[in-house]
C-alpha cells in the first residue's frame, strides 16, 4: 500500500537559503579512486585535498591556453 503525503499546508521557499553552499558529491571510478587513495597515502593527506590540488591544476592549464 501506497503512502500518501497531504502538502496542502505547505509553505513554498521555507527552506530555500540563496547563500546556501551545496558540496556536491564526486564519484570517482574505482581505478582512479585507488591511485588516489595510494597518493594520499604517501602523502599523509586527504582524498579530497589531492584530487582538489590535481583539478586546480588542471584548470589552471585550460584557463592558460585561452
Given at each position: 500500500?501506497?503512502?500518501?503525503?497531504?502538502?496542502?499546508?505547505?509553505?513554498?521557499?521555507?527552506?530555500?537559503?540563496?547563500?546556501?553552499?551545496?558540496?556536491?558529491?564526486?564519484?570517482?571510478?574505482?581505478?582512479?579512486?585507488e591511485?588516489?587513495?595510494?597518493?594520499?597515502?604517501?602523502?599523509?593527506?586527504?582524498?579530497?585535498?589531492?584530487?582538489?590540488?590535481?583539478?586546480?591544476?588542471?584548470?589552471?592549464?585550460?584557463?592558460?591556453?585561452?
Amino acid at each position: 500500500m501506497k503512502k500518501e503525503y497531504d502538502f496542502s499546508t505547505g509553505v513554498r521557499g521555507k527552506f530555500y537559503h540563496p547563500d546556501a553552499e551545496l558540496n556536491i558529491p564526486i564519484y570517482l571510478e574505482p581505478d582512479v579512486a585507488e591511485f588516489m587513495q595510494k597518493i594520499a597515502g604517501k602523502k599523509g593527506k586527504d582524498v579530497s585535498k589531492i584530487v582538489n590540488d590535481l583539478l586546480r591544476l588542471d584548470i589552471g592549464l585550460l584557463e592558460s591556453t585561452r
